[in-house]
């Protein structure tokens, strides 16, 4: 499987990015997708998963009610749409693959994207 992320850029506090991560080489809707992001300097952490068909989803707590995780399976892709977005959420955010459900740990994904980086000016 192979994951294309993008939607990423500059945006000032407060404002919003939607992220998109396109999959090919593989049956999109048997995996479970999450987002993770990794700051310069810190370890790659967990911002959001959803299952095979969408109907569950999880979220790292500080982004609760801010963002939300979704999938389109006839066309590949899940979307990250992140709404006030913070100036400590700079950092490339990147999708990944898995057929496990309720997915938090980088260890349990198969694939990953190449990532985009995210820009919070304060």
């Known amino acids: 499987v192979q994951l294309q992320a993008s939607g990423g850029g500059l945006v000032q506090a407060g404002g919003s990015l939607r992220l998109s991560c396109v999959a090919s080489g593989g049956t999109f809707s048997t995996y479970s997708m999450g987002w993770f992001r990794q700051a310069p300097g810190k370890e790659r952490e967990f911002v959001s998963g959803i299952s095979y068909s969408g109907g569950s989803t999880m979220y790292e707590d500080s982004v609760k009610g801010r963002f939300t995780i979704s999938r389109d399976n006839a066309k590949n892709t899940v979307y990250l749409q992140m709404n006030s977005l913070k100036p400590e959420e700079t950092a490339v955010y990147y999708c990944?693959?898995?057929?496990?459900?309720?997915?938090?740990?980088?260890?349990?994904?198969?694939?990953w994207g190449q990532g985009t980086q995210v820009t919070v000016s304060s």
């Open positions: 990944a693959a898995t057929r496990r459900l309720d997915a938090r740990w980088s260890r349990e994904y198969t694939y």
